[in-house]
């Protein structure tokens, strides 16, 4: 499981409220005692609150539970379950020995008044005097301060307001929609609204009908809104959990039902106004006169139809091109080369408990039998370790010293930090591009060696692109501690398959040993098949340690996307709704035209018109409007795309192919839906037709 390390006052800052027990306070920070989140705490314990001032074991220690936090309590990520002081951190020697760069979050409460901007001044004063009384390891360093809300958000809130957006353009389409239903249906009723004003009923009351009607289908189709609302929620808890920031705070509550049943307000208001204005304008005696027939369709209504058609075309052009250049973005990313071989590998943390294991030595060796046992297992390959993982899993990033250039702090190179043991490279399938990987001999005690990466020999060593004069040179983290580099491996992602590689080193874990570390075991048929053997390898070396995390490494690297994938199914979901009630109401609209005009469509075709001549006169005129709609969603799509800037991989907001492919697609599917109808007139009998009327 994840937990985290607080110092200090963290909980009382954050105005954290326990579900039962106490936080972590400054008296804790060297204490062993452990917080636990109500998840772990339900699954784990049953909910017994008679846990709290007992003692648990977390990696051989015993820990006392002082706490239990409440679900919704997601810091400093929604993973972790548990927390406890900075005792470890504090206990190792490493951050007492040197004054190195050290990369903190720091939490603080501002005082009544105080902005971010006057916090970030304070912060970057006292980081000026660290580097003023110790220009060696501080010079050039910094801190920066944002509001915990950004942190914990990030680019979330943007994201959520371009699905917002998507949710009013397809809303929109859909009250476009509707209003072309109850144009049609007041039409129809126009000799029954003039026969209740002939009663004495005034227009206002006749428009209050109208709208009450409107009213009652928008309820109708608000409450069953709501009910997908709550699936749609459960849906993206059960399978997607950690797609949004606070995910599990989410919930439909009185502001989101208040909010919906304003949309529902507005909305009938929108759909219902225009029809019943139009409808209750026309005389009664013209009512009257023409309710014993067909109605033509006025210029007005045609007018209406037209701008609501144009309307949904645009509206729906803007969504297609969003969903278009997010699924390409999505592809590219999908494409990119982690720099590893994937398939068959499983992975797992283990943790050695610190008690048992205190020294170096003991360390190495706990962690040799396990890569030594798990590599005899009848279907294991290759069997490694490292403290982290591709694609997201970068953990230390440090200034770098390079051996014969400058040593100002300031000025130097920042470069991940990466622990590796075991037949790490044979287990990921990293290329070695020269020199060679780590051997046993690199124990501790022996001299220090590392394994650099391309961007770095080529970036900060100057080597060619296979990085063969990288070899031999030397590094270091402080300026003191040097690492001879004896190799030199292919790229790979730590950071992110969106953002480009850092420049890397690798050392050897038995050179700098830490008690936890990520089990890597490359596997001949199915990775999840050997983890049961496994599991009784760890047991055989020591009983109480069990591993965590356990994973395919392909789930891992799809995990890492699932952000990309949700905004593009998200957007394509409601692209592909709006696209189709565009047809569909175009489809309406044409078809009730044409109804309308029977009787000119039947004169048409007795005076001697072809069947094809009606058809390309119902697609032609049908066409104008969407044509409309398609030049106006193409400046608006032109503008607001531009929103979608900071969610695209490698893809333009200005690539033609999708603007074009979107354009002829809206096109294609109102002349056809515009052809049914079409047809459908220029096949009816014209005597029949004339008849009828």
């Avoid at 089990?519 to 001949?524: F, K, P």
Wanted: hydrophobic share 50%; with cysteine; aromatic share 6%.
């Amino acid at each position: 499981m994840q937990g985290a390390q607080l110092f200090g006052d963290a909980f009382a800052v954050l105005g954290a409220r326990q579900l039962a027990g106490r936080g972590l306070g400054l008296a804790d920070v060297r204490s062993t005692v452990v917080v636990l989140r109500e998840g772990l705490w339900r699954r784990r314990y049953g909910a017994d609150r008679a846990i709290l001032g007992t003692s648990i074991r977390m990696n051989g220690e015993p820990y006392t539970v002082v706490g239990i936090m409440p679900a919704s309590f997601q810091f400093p990520r929604p993973d972790v379950e548990l927390w406890t002081g900075y005792r470890t951190i504090l206990n190792d020697p490493a951050w007492g020995e040197a004054r190195g760069r050290r990369f903190q979050r720091v939490i603080a409460r501002l005082k009544p008044g105080v902005t971010i901007a006057a916090a970030a001044a304070d912060v970057n004063a006292v980081a000026n005097r660290l580097a003023a009384r110790y220009p060696d390891e501080n010079a050039g360093g910094g801190a920066t301060a944002v509001s915990l809300r950004d942190q914990l958000v990030g680019n979330s809130e943007r994201v959520l307001l371009v699905l917002f957006g998507a949710v009013a353009c397809v809303l929109m389409i859909g009250c476009a929609n509707v209003a072309h239903l109850l144009l049609a249906r007041t039409a129809a009723r126009e000799r029954e609204l003039a026969v209740r004003a002939a009663l004495g009923a005034g227009r206002g009351r006749l428009v209050r009908q109208l709208l009450t009607e409107s009213l009652v289908l928008a309820a109708g189709g608000g409450t069953i809104g709501v009910g997908l609302a709550y699936a749609a929620l459960w849906t993206l808890r059960t399978f997607s959990p950690d797609v949004l920031p606070l995910g599990n705070a989410v919930r439909v509550d009185g502001w989101a039902l208040a909010f919906c049943a304003g949309a529902v307000g507005m909305t009938a208001i929108v759909v219902g106004l225009v029809p019943a204005l139009r409808t209750t304008r026309r005389g009664l005696a013209e009512s009257v006169r023409d309710g014993g027939r067909a109605a033509s369709v006025g210029r007005t209504q045609r007018a209406t139809q037209g701008f609501l058609v144009a309307a949904e075309v645009g509206l729906s052009l803007v969504l297609l091109v969003g969903a278009g250049l997010l699924l390409r973005s999505f592809d590219r990313l999908r494409r990119v080369d982690t720099g590893v071989d994937a398939n068959g590998v499983v992975t797992m943390l283990i943790v050695a408990p610190p008690a048992r294991y205190p020294t170096p030595e003991k360390t190495n060796a706990f962690f040799d039998r396990i890569t030594e046992g798990v590599s005899t297992l009848p279907a294991v390959q290759a069997v490694g370790l490292c403290d982290c993982l591709p694609p997201t899993d970068v953990r230390t990033t440090t200034s770098l010293f390079v051996e014969g250039e400058s040593r100002v702090s300031g000025e130097l190179p920042l470069v991940n930090t990466i622990r590796v043991g075991g037949s790490y490279f044979s287990a990921l399938r990293i290329p070695v591009l020269t020199g060679r990987a780590f051997t046993s001999a690199d124990r501790f005690g022996a001299p220090a060696v590392g394994v650099v990466n391309r961007t770095l020999a080529v970036k900060l060593l100057h080597a060619d692109g296979a990085g063969a004069a990288a070899l031999g040179r030397r590094v270091s983290y402080d300026g003191s501690n040097w690492v001879t580099i004896v190799g030199v491996v292919d790229d790979v992602h730590y950071e992110g398959l969106a953002t480009p590689v850092m420049p890397a080193v690798y050392t050897p874990l038995a050179q700098w040993p830490e008690p936890g570390y990520n089990l890597i075991v490359r596997t001949a048929g199915e990775p999840m098949a050997v983890v049961p053997a496994t599991r009784r390898v760890i047991a055989g070396v020591d009983p109480e340690v069990a591993p965590s995390f356990i994973t395919s490494l392909e789930s891992a690297i799809a995990n890492s996307l699932a952000g990309d994938r949700f905004n593009s199914a998200v957007l394509g979901s409601f692209a592909g709704i709006a696209f189709l009630l565009a047809a569909v109401g175009i489809y309406g609209v044409v078809a009730y035209g044409v109804t309308q005009r029977q009787r000119e469509m039947g004169i048409r075709i007795a005076l001697g018109a072809q069947g094809a001549d009606v058809v390309r006169m119902v697609v032609a005129r049908s066409l104008r409007p969407v044509l409309v709609g398609v030049v106006l969603g193409f400046l608006v799509a032109t503008a607001s795309v531009r929103v979608l800037q900071h969610m695209l991989f490698n893809t333009s907001i200005h690539e033609t192919d999708v603007y074009v492919l979107v354009t002829v697609g809206l096109i294609g599917v109102a002349a056809l839906a515009a052809w049914l109808p079409g047809r459908q007139a220029a096949e009816a009998d014209p005597m029949t037709v004339l008849r009828a009327e």
